[in-house]
């Protein structure tokens, strides 16, 4: 068996590294500093009648509004929308009612020409609990209610009124734009209206995040957790031998590395944010408790997180092993960027299909320089 | 050897990480910004404040954003000018319109800034009017990103067709070429 060469491993290694920053394949909705506590946010609901039957069958605005306040419920636990139907409370900011109307302004400052609708949020600073929110929709526009693709009519565009509110209503619970907080996944929630007219995993893992009542049973399988320590005795044999590795201090043993990344990945997998998973997995170590994941992993080849989050995870639980478990200091062939990087890649390549024996031999290819492996479906 | 590629890895997936926040917007073209904006400026900012106003539907939190004049490419401002946005935080109360940009002292942003006399934001798109300057710590380049911080290469990319951000330009634009670029939309749109 021949050593790899350097540069062979460093291409290999980009190439990676800029298939996986390159993929549609990261989870991360973005939250807001400011949710709800707790119980029920009563909205307001004051569009109004349709002039005729909208295309999705609504026969008003409000009802349009009311399915898409449904919507989030469906997937909330710990705070619920509920809905005041033609409601005549006054417009006003400020005043501790939820509005959701059709205007040509904002509470007095005109819309400019490019905004469908705002939505506003008033809450306390210390806390972040938020007291009110408000969303207006601008009525110069053309509105209707419809799935599929956005339409037109000749050559203006007929905005979908349930897309939009989904949107707002995400922004009034606290979700933020994943597109433009360095995300790229597929979201309701990013910034520009799409021909995405439902929520996907990821915007629902981002409500869920915040209002979810202690999470959800993971529908991924994974290897049974003498396998996965089998590989990375593999993997310690390999950078000893192959690669000539040196010692690294380390104060998480062998077993404990590939316990909680696997626990890592599983929540991520699950999607969860990276701190969320992290927070998890430490409260699993420190028998607080074990949660379920965040929400149902979508059907087709299985994400994994970025990298450097999964880095940080392994130094916290260095740290956590060293300072609070007072685990003394060992040491091992393998640093913490190798174990990551190698673990994540073997589960990936399990969790795609493959089953122990492929799976490691597609690591080790990767490690000898022969590029990223296709996954086993 | 992970460790020194972990700066590639960061720079591609940071590389779009931004502050602003939004509601729906239909991202206006490069065009549309420069042909909608009365002045277009590049400004630091000074003072950011926050205040109470009344208006017919009640009072609202309004944050006057005070900018010190680098340079202006369109229309006239003073070397010292004033923007207020909707949205702020007083005391412990916090008035948040999603989308608006939010702005810290010693910010450096080209403003392309709205003709008419008052809006919920005083840029064009909301918060689309707002590119974010920042200098090449090594070369002493002034380079231009969008309001959330995305790279982008050319004017071309600005709008609704940018580009995701895995896809989006890493090396963002000299200031000057977004300078020329303006100048030059302005002429054209002059001329027609």
Redesign the interface.
């Known amino acids: 068996m021949t050593r790899p060469r350097r540069g062979t491993l460093w291409g290999a290694l980009v190439v990676l590294l800029l298939g996986v920053t390159a993929a549609d394949t990261s989870l991360g909705f973005s939250l807001l500093a400011n949710k709800w506590p707790n119980g029920t946010v009563t909205m307001q609901l004051q569009l109004g009648s349709a002039s005729s039957t909208l295309v999705d069958g609504s026969t008003s605005w409000n009802q349009v509004a009311t399915n898409a306040l449904a919507t989030w419920n469906t997937h909330v636990d710990l705070v619920k929308f509920s809905a005041v139907q033609n409601s005549t409370a006054r417009r006003a900011e400020n005043d501790g009612l939820n509005s959701v109307f059709f205007a040509s302004d904002v509470f007095g400052e005109p819309f400019d020409r490019d905004t469908l609708a705002i939505a506003t949020s008033w809450y306390r600073v210390s806390t972040g609990a938020k007291i009110e929110g408000d969303v207006v929709f601008n009525n110069a526009k053309s509105w209707n209610s419809y799935r599929g693709n956005l339409r037109t009519s000749g050559t203006t565009p007929v905005n979908d009124l349930m897309r939009v509110a989904l949107h707002e209503f995400g922004h009034i619970l606290g979700l933020d734009h994943p597109d433009e907080n360095g995300q790229n996944v597929r979201a309701m929630m990013n910034s520009e209206i799409s021909n995405l007219d439902a929520l996907t995993a990821d915007d629902i893992a981002g409500g869920r995040s915040l209002y979810g009542g202690g999470g959800v049973t993971s529908n991924v399988s994974f290897p049974p957790r003498n396998e996965p320590n089998d590989f990375f005795n593999q993997l310690i044999g390999v950078y000893r031998n192959e690669l000539r590795a040196g010692q690294v201090t380390t104060y998480v043993d062998p077993e404990g590395i590939v316990v909680w990344l696997i626990e890592y990945a599983r929540y991520r997998v699950g999607l969860c944010d990276h701190s969320t998973a992290q927070t998890r997995v430490f409260a699993a170590i420190d028998n607080t408790g074990v949660s379920g994941v965040c929400a149902l992993t979508p059907a087709g080849t299985i994400p994994f997180p970025p990298r450097n989050e999964g880095l940080d995870f392994m130094t916290a639980l260095q740290v956590k092993y060293r300072d609070e478990l007072r685990r003394g200091a060992g040491s091992s062939f393998v640093n913490n960027e190798g174990a990551v990087v190698w673990v994540l890649e073997y589960l990936r390549y399990r969790l795609n299909g493959c089953n122990h024996g492929d799976a490691t031999s597609k690591v080790f290819a990767q490690i000898r320089g022969q590029g990223v492996q296709p996954v086993c479906r | ?3 020194r ?2 700066p ?3 720079l ?7 502050v ?9 073209s490069f065009g ?1 910004l420069v042909s ?1 904006a009365s002045t277009i400026f590049v400004g630091e900012v000074m003072n950011v404040r926050a205040a109470w106003e009344s ?6 939190i309004v944050t006057s954003v005070t900018f010190r004049v680098e340079a202006v490419w369109k229309g006239n401002v003073g070397a010292v000018t004033q923007l207020a946005f ?2 702020g ?1 007083i ?9 608006m940009p939010t702005f810290r002292m010693g910010q450096r942003d080209v403003l392309f800034v ?1 003709g ?1 006399a ?4 005083p840029l ?3 918060m ?1 009017g707002r590119m974010r300057v920042e200098r090449d710590l090594v070369s002493g380049v002034d380079r231009v990103r969008t309001h ?2 995305q790279a982008v290469g050319s004017v071309t990319q600005i709008g ?1 067709q940018r580009a ?4 989006a330009s890493i090396t963002p634009m000299r200031l000057s070429d977004l300078e020329g670029a303006v100048r030059a939309q302005a002429t054209a749109a002059r001329r027609r």
């Open positions: 050897m992970f460790r590629l972990l590639l890895t960061l591609c997936t940071l590389v779009a990480t931004g602003a926040r939004s509601t729906t917007v239909i991202p206006p549309a909608g208006t017919p539907a009640g009072r609202v909707m949205g935080e005391g412990d109360l916090g008035m948040m319109v999603h989308g709205g008419e008052r809006r919920i934001s064009v798109g909301l689309h959330d911080g609704p995701p951000a895995s896809l």
